[in-house]
């Protein structure tokens, strides 16, 4: 009964892979196969190694480490393709056992980000996000929490009028009475549920409210404060940033209100 050696960057595992190295495994008649990670890639060694040893858990004859003396097989480019569309956000394509890790430790968020945004716009996201964080820390709230918020809330803001409407229609046609500028603030939720498996219910609401202002925790002022008033967007928001350091009730009025005037000039 012989052993099998199978390699690929499995950056991360996806469940095609996973598929792959079982059907390997039947095709080789082999008793043990070892699955070890190589070259380089967004994530270390050591933790597409970690990814692995969980993915193989369920798994008594996959095992993550390299058998000596084992026959070496290396997956095809195609096959690893699917790697690439989980680097891109779609984490429903990785191996079943790793989805709720990569959401748990953000790996590659910011890879989504930048296949999923304009450079501006993902510079923007990742300026709301460390803003974000600052605002949760001086009111000792979760920040990692607002972090995550604050790097998310813009990911379908690419997305053009018909594919917003088309997801709209489905999950909530009430939105298309609203602009177009307002849709990403609902698809948004949509997409990091359903793709990205992301659950939790304070930053879908902080992200659903962002565009209009209609939320009413603190999260969701404070993510709608940080999108609009992050350094990145270049006027002078001093006043504003004092204000949110102390009391993000009366800063979200404050920039609600302001929004407002802008929106009404503009017209
Ligand atoms: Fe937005
Ligand atoms: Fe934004």
């Not at 699917?82 to 790793?98: D, K, L, M, P, Y």
């Amino acid at each position: 009964m012989k052993a099998l050696n199978i390699e690929a960057s499995f950056d991360p595992i996806t469940q095609k892979e996973l598929e792959e190295i079982r059907r390997l495994k039947k095709q080789a008649n082999a008793r043990m196969v070892y699955v070890w990670p190589t070259g380089d890639g967004v994530l270390s060694i050591e933790e597409r190694f970690e990814l692995l040893k969980l993915a193989l858990k369920p798994y008594r004859h996959l095992q993550a480490g390299s058998g000596k003396g084992s026959a070496t097989v290396r997956l095809s480019e195609e096959v690893m393709e699917s790697e690439q569309e989980v680097r891109t956000g779609r984490f429903h394509h990785a191996a079943a056992g790793i989805r709720g890790e990569l959401v748990r430790k953000m790996y590659y968020f910011e890879t989504a980000l930048a296949a999923r945004c304009t450079p501006h716009r993902a510079a923007h996201s990742r300026s709301v996000a460390a803003f974000a964080a600052h605002l949760a820390q001086v009111h000792h709230m979760d920040c990692e929490l607002a972090w995550r918020a604050g790097i998310l809330h813009d990911i379908t803001k690419a997305w053009s009028k018909e594919e917003g409407e088309r997801i709209l229609r489905v999950y909530a046609p009430k939105v298309l009475e609203y602009p177009p500028a307002v849709y990403h603030s609902y698809t948004a939720p949509v997409f990091l549920k359903t793709v990205m498996g992301i659950t939790d219910h304070r930053i879908l609401q902080a992200i659903e409210t962002h565009t209009l202002g209609n939320g009413h925790t603190d999260l969701d002022y404070l993510l709608y404060i940080a999108d609009k008033i992050e350094p990145t967007r270049g006027y002078d928001t001093a006043r504003e940033t004092a204000l949110a350091e102390k009391d993000l009730r009366a800063a979200f009025d404050l920039v609600f209100r302001e929004a407002e005037q802008y929106r009404q000039k503009e017209n």
